[in-house]
């Protein structure tokens, strides 16, 4: 017992806290209701003991967790009363002896009474002041602190503070009757004395009895009026309240034959338009966390965020070990804002911390979100001493290793339980590698584990990843100090003759790691991992939930209300949103896409194609359009007129589309090559399937797709035109230039190196780049600023990606245009899927004739003729090994 007080301590204890810290920590909710307030009206018994007697000096009151006292020895000497009570009643029953047979003293120790418990007051004045930006405090102690503040101050004038009501009444009664002896017959009886005696013993031995106080007790024990006075002093801002979606019988008869835990069938939903300022008392946000917001240019939290972050600050402190703090799955709309809703709490809460211990891990599907994630957290912690760090496996494992626990051959490397990173963000399998082979790499401190793009990792089953970071969390008398290898997981250190030191194990692992002797007293601790979901495609299949061992879950659904109280759409899309869908032939699909560019005038677009070959070949041919577009003499329109013709013959042979190329009614495409009978109401199984693990695309150049749409591919252009060599973004931004007219196109995939990666999105974010051609690896989660345009090139064959993708414009309440090419043979199913999701009335047609693209057609040709040649030099520098070194020709 004694080692794990200490290690209580150590790990979180105030004692080197600064004392802002330490008030904040005094103020955590680890108390019931009922039980700080027996603690105030012990308080105010004692304020009203100042009136009555001025002979004993108060001690400093102290609105915090007694409860703590059998294990937590430092916060008691700190800022409790010991023994509190016992003095409490022995000195109030002095007091009032003094007052009736005293009474020359009196008026003296009434002048002195007022003296204190005006110090009193202002002391408490002072304290709610400086702790009234902090929702660290709970309502209740702010109240009690209020009433007190009121107690005081009312005794200052002389009228009796705030107490108990049955104190209220019979010690006034008492003293009243007292003055009208005295003041009739100048002295009182022994049997008075007695009397009073027994009135206050009664007073006492109900007054403070946490166990019997109920919430009826706390009704009778705050004044109704100071409360409202101490709400309105204090500028309390209640926490929002957030209505339960209402869901009808059907609903809740089909969600329960389907598996559907309630919580789950029943989000708290939120409109997407409640924003709160930064610095709203709700959010309890240091003056330096508002600060780095507004210096980020936030000044309101969104709806996500006003709704999780209370929930989060309020949950549980650093150091509680007998609370669970519930978990928390979260569903907002792309670009709602989802990453700060738990970045700020994190950094917040953590920044209390005093020794480093990894405390917070992010999980995220891909390497760029969690540089991206990364980069978020290092700009809201400026000013604390946080450490982050990313672990994708782009770096060494050894290098990671010592990142995260030292390095074993070159340096100490940290034992136990401790930990040289605060936050880690990581992918999945790099996780588990470091789970499994890293000595000392432990979770056990573990406050906060953030699934953020939860429904697309809980597809990925990858190394049974959720299951290791589950066993992680868990204290189990299974696991053993030594590996299946012998060798230690967590080596400690050991004193003189060889016995562990349990030096930075958490409390509630200790029995993991070590034998310990059985005790009476050993209270079960709760686990301190809060885990929290975040996705805007939210899966609601039951075994993926199941799976994730929730405890006491929250579900938090921000989207809009139907006019009945539903929601009218499975999926809530940015309210900026502008969707459009272009029914075409297949092989015209890039000639849309020139069309979207060039006479629709799209920029800033990201164009999702189904593959990285698919987005290479693409890629290729819109760059070789614009090159033969800028140096090409303009044609004659007749001569457009028959270059069109052969265009529109030669995709009916290649495509063998029948009723050629106009765009026909939706009900008029009989090839319908999809499973529509795949989904229910639920986030179908299939759906869940959707997607690959992108970070493993394995990266295939062919020549079919767009070049087998080449109506001759033997006309070859010459291509000594500087893009027959490996074409790297740097070189193709100088070579088409903005001045030139040209469209800058570039190609994002998992086949480029990081670098590469990280300057293509830099020259997008600068606007260098107009339009960039991707596979689905940026399709979640990223955060590009200049996203106005998104291209569906191949349109997803699930509902979620649909989403996902389109979700990467109109953020953070801009404006943004999607445009989904649907092949003739596709439109079925996308109309299928959209009208499912009760997203159909918000996806508008554009028809595209001959006529409006005739322009584009003789350049178009051209490029087709030439891609096969450049796709072949192409393929044949990256096997000389250059950024595409990854690629194979595939013939
Ligand atoms: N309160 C705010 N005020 C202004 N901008 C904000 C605020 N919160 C977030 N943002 C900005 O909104 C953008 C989108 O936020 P974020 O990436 O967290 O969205 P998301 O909900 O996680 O989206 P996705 O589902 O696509 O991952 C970011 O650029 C972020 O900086």
Redesign the pocket.
């Known amino acids: 017992m004694f080692n794990i007080r200490r290690y209580d301590v150590e790990a979180d204890s105030p004692k080197d806290t600064s004392p802002q810290q330490q008030q904040q920590q005094q103020h955590t909710p680890s108390l019931s209701a009922s039980e700080r307030l027996a603690k105030l009206n012990a308080r105010l018994s004692k304020n009203k003991k100042a009136v009555s007697s001025s002979t004993e000096a108060q001690a400093p009151v102290h609105v915090g967790n007694n409860n703590n006292s059998n294990r937590n020895s430092t916060n008691d000497n700190q800022h409790s009363i010991p023994d509190g009570d016992t003095k409490r009643k022995s000195h109030s029953k002095d007091g009032t002896k003094e007052i009736s047979y005293k009474r020359s003293r009196e008026f003296e120790e009434a002048r002195e009474a007022r003296e204190e418990a005006r110090k009193h007051g202002k002391k408490w004045e002072k304290r709610a002041k400086e702790l009234k930006d902090s929702d660290l405090i709970p309502n209740d102690v702010r109240m009690a602190m209020k009433a007190e503040a009121e107690a005081a101050a009312a005794a200052a004038k002389g009228i009796h503070p705030i107490t108990p009501a049955s104190t209220i009444t019979t010690t006034t009664a008492k003293e009243q009757e007292s003055k009208e002896t005295d003041k009739s017959d100048g002295q009182n009886t022994g049997a008075d004395e007695d009397m009073e005696d027994k009135e206050h013993k009664e007073n006492m031995t109900t007054e403070h009895d946490p166990a019997q106080e109920d919430d009826q007790g706390i009704k009778q024990f705050v004044d109704d009026a100071a409360v409202d006075a101490a709400l309105a002093d204090l500028a309390l801002v209640p926490l929002p309240t957030f209505e339960a979606k209402e869901i009808s019988a059907k609903e809740r008869e089909q969600a329960k034959s389907m598996g559907i835990p309630d919580w789950l069938a029943h989000p708290t939903q939120i409109e997407p338009e409640i924003n709160t300022p930064i610095d709203a008392s709700m959010f309890g946000f240091s003056s330096r966390l508002i600060k780095q917001c507004r210096k980020a ?6 709806a ?2 006003t709704a999780v972050i209370p929930v989060l600050m309020r949950a549980r402190h650093l150091g509680d070990i007998r609370k669970a703090p519930g978990d928390l799955c979260v569903s ?9 809703a738990y970045v700020l709490p994190i950094i917040e809460i953590l920044s209390q911390r005093v020794v480093t211990r990894l405390r917070a891990l992010v999980v995220l599907p891909t390497r760029d979100l969690c540089v991206q994630v990364k980069e978020t957290f290092e700009t809201f912690s400026k000013g604390t001493d946080l450490k982050i760090a990313t672990s994708t496996g782009q770096n060494s494992f050894a290098h990671e290793q010592n990142i995260l626990v030292g390095d074993a051959h070159t340096q100490q490397p940290v034992l136990g339980g401790h930990s040289r990173v605060d936050v880690l963000i990581t992918t999945p399998g790099r996780l588990i590698d470091h789970i499994k082979s890293t000595p000392n790499f432990t979770l056990q401190h573990l406050r906060f584990l953030v699934i953020d ?1 939860a429904d697309r990792l809980l597809n990925q089953s990858f190394q049974d990843w959720l299951y290791h970071i589950l066993n992680a969390i868990h204290p189990s008398p299974e696991r053993k100090l030594l590996g299946a290898d012998g060798s230690e997981t967590i080596q400690v250190k050991r004193d003189g003759l060889g016995f562990p030191i349990h030096d930075a194990i958490a409390p509630g692992f200790l029995s993991s790691f070590f034998q310990l002797p059985e005790s009476d007293v050993e209270d079960p601790k709760a686990l301190s991992v809060q885990k929290l979901l ?1 996705s ?1 495609t939210l899966t609601r299949n039951p075994a993926k939930i199941a799976s994730l061992q929730l405890s006491d879950p929250q579900y938090v659904a921000v989207q809009e209300g139907g006019e009945d109280g539903e929601e009218k759409q499975k999926y809530t899309t940015p309210a900026g949103l502008t969707e459009h869908m272009i029914v075409c032939d297949t092989s015209e699909k890039p000639l849309m896409v020139l069309h979207l560019l060039h006479h629709l005038q799209v920029r800033s677009a990201l164009c999702f194609t189904k593959s990285v070959e698919s987005a290479h070949r693409l890629y290729k041919l819109i760059q070789l359009y614009e090159k033969i577009r800028t140096t090409m003499p303009a044609q004659s329109s007749t001569s457009l007129d028959s270059e069109m013709k052969n265009v529109k013959s030669d995709k009916k042979k290649s495509s063998g589309a029948a009723g050629g190329g106009e765009d026909t009614d939706d009900s008029s495409s009989d090839d319908d090559s999809t499973d529509s009978n795949s989904g229910d109401e639920s986030d179908s199984s299939n759906e869940d399937e959707d997607e690959s693990d992108v970070e493993m695309d394995n990266v295939e150049v062919s020549t079919k797709g767009v070049s087998d749409a080449s109506p001759s591919s033997s006309s070859s252009i010459a291509v000594s035109n500087g893009f027959t060599d490996d074409m790297q973004i740097d070189s193709v931004v100088q070579q088409t230039r903005p001045e030139s007219g040209a469209i800058v196109v570039a190609e994002y995939s998992s086949d480029l190196s990081k670098t590469k990666r990280q300057s293509i999105l830099r020259a997008f974010n600068n606007g260098e780049i107009h339009l960039l051609i991707c596979s689905d690896l940026i399709s ?2 990223m ?1 590009l ?1 200049p996203v106005a345009n998104v291209i569906n090139y191949d349109v997803p064959v699930y509902m979620k990606k649909y989403i ?1 993708r389109v ?1 990467r414009t109109a ?2 309440g801009k404006t943004g245009t999607a445009y989904s090419l649907v092949e003739m043979q596709e439109a079925r199913h996308f109309k299928e899927m959209i009208a499912k999701a009760g997203h159909w009335e918000k996806v508008s047609r554009i028809k595209v004739r001959d006529q409006d693209v005739k322009d584009l057609v003789p350049g178009y040709t051209k490029s087709l003729a030439g891609l096969k040649d450049v796709l072949v030099s192409s393929a044949r520098a990256g096997k000389k090994g250059s950024s595409h070194g990854a690629r194979r020709m595939h013939k």
């Open positions: 240019g936030i000044e309101e939290c969104f996500v965020q907002a709309p792309t670009g709602s804002g989802k990453t700060l793009e975040f805007a979640r989660g955060d600023a996902h979700g953020r953070a």
